[in-house]
């Protein structure tokens, strides 16, 4: 229309006295049009779909099947991943990969210390300034970060500190958050008090602060992406009122690992243990009821957070991901309740993924990472990813490009990397884990080797009775990928690699 009236009036008359005053107004109607479509404005919100992203903390997948919504609103609906893992069994490191897409030796962060990790180390060398949340601000959308951030936040930094790239901001300062009550949040650099009241569990206020965020989201017409965190089941797994009197008679899973009775082909650190007492074994079954009490009010959240989208009929223009930073072992191979392996309890987690186009029920068996999370949420976003990224989209996928299949990854790196300064229960270790094996090998030359198909609890050490020169690819393959830094990763983890046996 613009370029119809200047045409019009320089055919008729170019010298015309109100040739000017048109094109003045042509000019004007332009920039409308420039402007209108510009998709850094609010009207973006009918074009760029909504991201909510659910994070638990130290959750293993066999209790994924105490949280019926979850299996109802987001495993029957939508996608799950069978071989998804983490490269750093640990809290602060995970994050930091999650926030970054990138293996740990990349960003440094690989304990929950100040040294090596937690939030003072990842400010300090100003990793915020480039995170999933920064991408996807650039990109107009409305970014909100509720519950637990890095271990330590904000010490080095103020109380009030808010991070690069979140417009909305509910996190608790300085490790307040575990009990659930009496803990104390930067509510964007306002610090609220909340106390032992049940409406100041902290599970259920970050989830109405998500549902708030996401309603008003939607009435200003702007794309949104919720980092929503919560604590739940990390010890001491406090349960909110309503549900600590579930699951009484539960007790930790006895698969053939637990407490396993013969670990002479185990590492040094693994053949030191004694077998679990019945006090332990015990204590462990409570820690157990705990975790699954404490889970309750997230799946609740999570019917909460969908009733909101349908209300505001958004539901079918958002993608929501839920996951873990980590898994959790309650007596495998006799160890006491914890995290750092790089046994299955440890790596080895839940992620499901529901969205447009994204068929209900699906099983993808591909290896994907922790690496992956932060790619794949820029992708459904349309925002660039830096060039340090390790990780790649899992979009794909779930669309079935047998191009991206033929080409994808055949093995993942895990990691492990103590404070040096502290005594380490766990060596420090490198490893592979492939579609069927996993492969570890530790500072002090101990190794592990599993065919998981053959032996899925990990209970038969194969790594002095395998071929040789299978150790010695892994062993290749595992120091490469140590090494590795972006576009170099995503080569050499798709490279075929042998088979354990």
Request: with cysteine; proline share 6%.
């Amino acid at each position: 229309m613009v370029y119809f009236l200047s045409k019009r009036v320089s055919i008729k008359n170019l010298k015309s006295k109100h040739y000017l005053g048109l094109r003045l107004c042509s000019l004007f109607l332009l920039t409308i049009a420039i402007v209108s479509c510009n998709p850094f404005r609010s009207s973006n919100v009918d074009r760029l779909p909504n991201i909510l992203f659910i994070l638990t903390d130290d959750l293993d997948t066999a209790s994924v099947g105490y949280m019926p919504h979850l299996k109802s609103l987001l495993i029957d609906r939508g996608v799950s991943f069978s071989n998804y893992f983490v490269n750093v069994s640990l809290c602060c490191p995970s994050r930091a990969t999650m926030l970054r897409g990138q293996y740990a030796h990349n960003t440094g962060v690989f304990t929950n210390h100040k040294l090596n990790g937690s939030f003072i180390y990842f400010y300090r060398r100003g990793l915020e300034r480039s995170t999933i949340a920064t991408w996807l601000q650039k990109q107009g959308y409305r970014t909100a970060y509720m519950g637990k951030y890095l271990n330590g936040y904000p010490r080095r930094a103020s109380k009030t500190y808010v991070p690069p790239g979140w417009d909305e901001w509910d996190s608790p300062i300085y490790d307040t958050g575990y009990l659930e009550y009496n803990y104390t949040l930067n509510e964007n650099g306002n610090l609220v008090r909340y106390r032992n009241r049940p409406q100041d569990y902290s599970a259920d206020v970050y989830t109405d602060k998500a549902r708030k965020f996401i309603t008003q989201s939607i009435k200003d017409k702007q794309p949104f992406f919720v980092f929503l965190s919560y604590f739940a089941p990390h010890q001491p797994a406090i349960p909110a009122p309503r549900h600590r009197h579930l699951f009484s008679k539960e007790s930790a899973p006895r698969i053939p690992s637990f407490n396993e009775t013969d670990v002479s082909d185990k590492p040094k650190h693994i053949r030191n243990l004694p077998l679990l007492n019945r006090q332990q074994q015990n204590k462990i079954d409570r820690l157990y009821r705990q975790r699954l009490r404490s889970l309750q009010a997230v799946d609740e959240g999570l019917v909460k957070l969908i009733n909101t989208l349908k209300i505001n009929k958004q539901l079918d223009n958002t993608y929501i991901i839920f996951t873990s930073d980590n898994g959790f072992h309650l007596g495998q191979h006799r160890l006491p309740p914890e995290k750092e392996t790089a046994y299955e309890e440890d790596i080895h987690l839940p992620l499901y993924l529901r969205g447009a186009g994204i068929p209900a029920g699906k099983i993808i068996d591909e290896i994907v990472g922790n690496i992956d999370l932060a790619p794949t949420i820029a992708k459904l976003a349309g925002a660039n990813v830096p060039n340090f990224v390790d990780g790649r989209s899992l979009v794909e996928l779930w669309r079935d490009n047998s191009r991206s299949l033929a080409s994808w990854r055949r093995v993942f790196l895990v990691e492990h990397r103590q404070n040096k300064q502290m005594i380490p229960m766990i060596p420090d270790y490198i490893g592979l884990r492939t579609s069927n094996c996993t492969y570890i090998e530790y500072d002090n030359g101990d190794r592990e080797l599993y065919d998981l198909t053959r032996d899925p609890y990990q209970l038969q050490n194969i790594a002095k009775t395998t071929k040789p020169e299978v150790i010695k690819e892994y062993a290749r393959r595992s120091l490469g990928l140590r090494n590795c830094r972006g576009k170099i990763c995503r080569e050499l983890d798709r490279k075929p690699i042998s088979d354990c046996v």
